[in-house]
């Protein structure tokens, strides 16, 4: 707000969130219609901030020349970070370098939706941990790029090592 009378719009794409599309009306009359949980998205928004007095720190531009901010609601709480707790949006990475810090905050919270499985994230399967060291033995070394290797199944491996070459 400029003044009492005084007012300017400002579209501000919300910093570290991609929420989805709503139903639109292109140029031309045609519709676009909305992704699962887009208006459900919306309609969070417009609950939490519309005819409210809000604070936005402006952090940049996106590469279509729209701001790109922080969106504070009246009681503390970043919107951004809501909606993903939520499961109404993803972590958008492109945003990180803008927000810095922030961003282990907005990730927490889209895996606490992830893990509860909310809205986005009803089928999400949780990934199994990556293998690790410990689960070959070395049984043979052939040379000194090559090794076989036995799993805790039994079968043996063949593995050539890269970036080492045998002397000759």
Known sequence: ?????????????IAGVKTPLTKRTDSYGGEQLAE????????F??????QRSIDVTLLGLSPQSQFIGNVIHPQGGNIAEALL????????????????????????????AKENKLHLWKSYVVKAPASSARDATVTRVMSADTLFVRNKAGLEKK??????????
């Open 85 to 112: 707790k939520q499961g109404l949006g993803r972590c958008l990475d492109f945003h990180s370098t803008m927000i810095g810090p922030l961003m282990a905050r907005l990730r927490a919270a889209e895996k606490h």
């Open 1 to 13: 707000m400029l003044g009492p009378k005084l007012h300017q719009q400002l579209v501000v794409l």
């Open 45 to 50: 928004v417009e609950s939490r901030l519309l």
């Open 36 to 43: 699962e949980y887009g208006e459900e998205a919306k309609s």
């Open 159 to 168: 593995i050539n090592l890269s970036s080492v070459r045998q002397p000759k």
